[in-house]
């Protein structure tokens, strides 16, 4: 194609048509113009294409991750109710002064979910993590880029700085409670240990020490609950963005 172009250049400098060759030239000028604007469109468009199939994917990424998260809010915030169950029958049974009706065994039930109890809360932070390396740029949706950020950046940060830390300050002390109230026998369950609250009566349910196990388990539900329910609806608020958002993307 190019020794064609050369051929006629040749010819016509050899006719000495000035007019005829400027009028080519601007025209192959104008050829090479066209391809390399071709040549940048189409790679605009292949830039476009890959920018829109890695939002796609940690879009996509993100919505899996919101969707486990949510379920173990939604666990822990159970675990949190059944607690408060436990909690609420020890501290009427402590206030009974008739105490005939209590069947030792419902005692030990509810006495081993508050002595077993405790909160840790974990959510993936993986595909935020990933998005923000590569720039959160990366996600065209101006509101949706800004709610991912405040989940991920504030919201959830701080329900994790307050339930694993502050929060388990009421824990520790309940465990140091019961340690102190509670003999405790230690027996070898297969390749484990299994530890077990010694209960024969109802006398502990009269200590000071236990009211303070009821006080500490309480606030640690109570104060709990509050950021659990309040992350996970923030969850679910940022997951029905994703979904449409990537509902868009594929129509």
Known sequence: MLRFF??????????ENVRKYLWYALGE??????????????NNWNENRKEKNYEHRMLTELSVAL??????????????SNLEESIFYLTAASNMDDRRSLE??????HLDSVW??????AYNEGPYE????????????????NEIAKLYSFSLPSADAWINEIIR???????????????IQVERSGQALEKTLIVENFDFLDSPIFADILSESF???RYSKVPLAQNRRQMEQLLGMINKELTNHSD
């Open 6 to 15: 050369r051929q006629i250049r040749q010819k016509l400098i050899k006719q």
């Open 29 to 42: 000028i104008l050829l090479v113009m066209i391809g390399i604007l071709l040549a940048l469109q189409v």
């Open 67 to 80: 969707v486990n998260d949510i379920g173990n809010f939604r666990l822990l915030e159970d675990m949190m």
């Open 104 to 109: 030792i065994d419902s005692v030990r039930q």
């Open 116 to 121: 077993g109890f405790g909160v840790y809360i």
């Open 130 to 145: 990933a998005l923000k390396s590569s720039g959160l740029d990366k996600i065209s949706n101006d509101s949706l880029r």
């Open 169 to 183: 300050g009421s824990i520790d002390a309940k465990f140091r409670y019961f340690d102190l109230l509670f003999d």
């Open 219 to 221: 606030n640690a539900t």
